[in-house]
């Protein structure tokens, strides 16, 4: 891959986390992306499954933050996330499914409820939980399908987890 398609990419996943476009990536970032979740879902944050979201939301800013924020100031600059985080993350995928697993179990719970699935959510589901999380509504529905290694129509959240870590940490072009 060169340079000039690194950094596209590196910059789309930066926004992907930079819910609120100031620049850096923060907790009210994952706050928000909780939030827009649980309306899409009308999901209220009281009960337990939106409670589970926003601690797996915590989870996962701490997570990143963690690995990422290296001058301590509680957000992650894009240039903090070119070169830690990215960094960090390819060398370990694992590591960044682990710090995402609270936070997209709970999402996958939520979208599930939408149309009563167990085990997973539907192609449906996940295209609705993508778009709310700021992919464009045709990406959101081509990806949900790609989500779904097996062709059952559900997507399971070991499926989601590796295809996170993956698109998070592996150089070459995005999924079409």
Known sequence: MDSAEYERKTA???ASF???GNGYIDREDFSAAAAAILAEFDITARCDKGQALYSGAE?????MAGIADVDGDQRVSRDEFVTGAVKRLRDNPERFAEIARPFLHAAIEIAALS????????????????RVLGADPEVAERVATALDTDGDGIITE??????F???YTVDGPDPQ
Do not use: H, I, N, P
């Not at 009563?116 to 589901?125: E, I, K, S, Y």
């Not at 070991?158 to 295809?163: D, V, Y």
């Open 12 to 14: 789309a996943r930066f």
């Open 18 to 20: 930079d819910q609120d």
């Open 59 to 63: 989870a996962f800013w701490q997570g």
């Open 115 to 130: 149309d009563g699935q167990g085990g997973g959510v539907t192609l449906r589901a996940a295209t609705r939980l993508l």
């Open 158 to 163: 070991s499926e989601t987890l590796s295809a």
């Open 165 to 167: 870590a993956m698109y």
